[in-house]
């Protein structure tokens, strides 16, 4: 007949379980054991040491950013702003630290960057240490400048990039700005909607910027001088524009539509720019042999000069010279006609 076991209480239980584990400490697993405690005093030791020294150690150089420490995509020769110190003393406005140790330290950074009027894109931004940031940016580029009556009644020159964004002027001297194609707007009541940095809300400018862009360097390359808006007409959303262009000579070339926007029956913008290159060699230059003479380059067909225009404009400055200069004979010849001028010239008492 098989012993029935008797079952052991709770307190047996308990003791047995502490005298197992005293075995197991006594035999092969004391290494184990002791590795543990060994480990545990070390990791109390390595914080209570962190406590008493991180506030000094994060606020070293090593974590702590300046505006030397910004590491930015090289600037191209239009912008001469410090960006790297205008994103810095953006982020540090409040009065506080920058720390590499914080966490969302390359967002913060990434955000001031695109604020800038300067900044197309902010691609990428990574932190190192020691305290570094890299910033990987793409630039805007200035193609156009947008000739206003500024404030004081002078004609004010105010860049702008391929999409019509109203970009900062203090980086350009006034020699720099004329060198640039100009939409010339004066008389025309218009200023930027937004600030600096934003889309000027205009569709002229945005149109002339396109045409701007669409040259490139052959704007200079056929001594081109204005943009001068046209006639306008309502699409489903805005208004679009034709354009005329004048060479610094004078020859004024109807262009017709910016790129992309063309009538159906009107020539493309690269076909445009192709013809006035083809007509510049042949001709010398865009002003020919008879300067002033109106280019078209609006047809597919191809260029056209327009000499019956040509003729017209030759004739009305023709007959308002003749109209001068008989006026000026009769002063000669009467007396009275030329006391008269005297008078009218001299300053009242």
């Not at 640039?180 to 934003?198: A, Q, S």
Request: hydrophobic letters at 40%; charged letters at 25%; a positive charge.
């Amino acid at each position: 007949m098989a012993r029935k076991t008797k079952k052991k209480s709770g307190f047996e239980r308990l003791s047995s379980g502490l005298a197992g584990m005293g075995s197991f400490a006594v035999g092969s697993g004391r290494t184990v054991v002791l590795s543990i405690l060994v480990i545990g005093a070390l990791v109390i030791a390595t914080m209570l040491t962190w406590n008493s020294v991180s506030e000094r150690v994060l606020s070293s150089s090593d974590y702590i950013l300046t505006a030397e420490d910004f590491e930015i995509t090289p600037l191209p020769p239009w912008i001469r702003t410090k960006i790297a110190n205008q994103a810095f003393v953006y982020l540090t406005a409040s009065g506080g630290q920058l720390s590499i140790m914080d966490d969302n330290v390359t967002e913060l950074v990434a955000q001031a960057f695109s604020e800038h009027p300067w900044v197309e894109r902010v691609v990428r931004v990574s932190k190192h240490h020691p305290a570094r940031i890299v910033v990987e940016l793409e630039y805007r580029r200035p193609v156009c400048m947008v000739m206003v009556r500024d404030s004081n009644g002078d004609n004010g020159l105010y860049p702008v990039d391929a999409r019509g964004i109203f970009l900062p002027t203090a980086d350009f001297t006034p020699v720099e700005a004329s060198r640039y194609p100009c939409l010339n707007l004066v008389g025309i009541d218009v200023v930027p909607v937004g600030g600096v940095g934003k889309h000027w809300g205009d569709e002229r400018v945005v149109g002339a910027a396109e045409i701007a862009e669409a040259f490139g360097d052959d704007w200079y390359k056929l001594d081109l001088k204005l943009i001068e808006p046209d006639k306008a007409s309502r699409s489903a959303y805005h208004s679009v524009y034709a354009y005329v262009i004048y060479t610094n000579g004078g020859t004024k070339i109807l262009w017709g539509r910016p790129p992309g926007s063309e009538l159906p029956s009107e020539a493309p913008a690269a076909d445009k720019i192709a013809r006035l290159k083809e007509f510049a060699e042949v001709r010398g230059s865009l002003d020919g042999s008879q300067p002033r003479t109106p280019l078209d380059v609006r047809n597919r067909e191809g260029l056209r000069v327009l000499e019956r225009m040509a003729m017209k404009i030759r004739s009305e400055r023709l007959a308002e010279k003749v109209k001068t200069d008989s006026k000026s004979d009769k002063s000669k010849r009467n007396p009275a006609l030329k006391r008269t001028a005297a008078k009218q010239a001299s300053p009242r008492s």
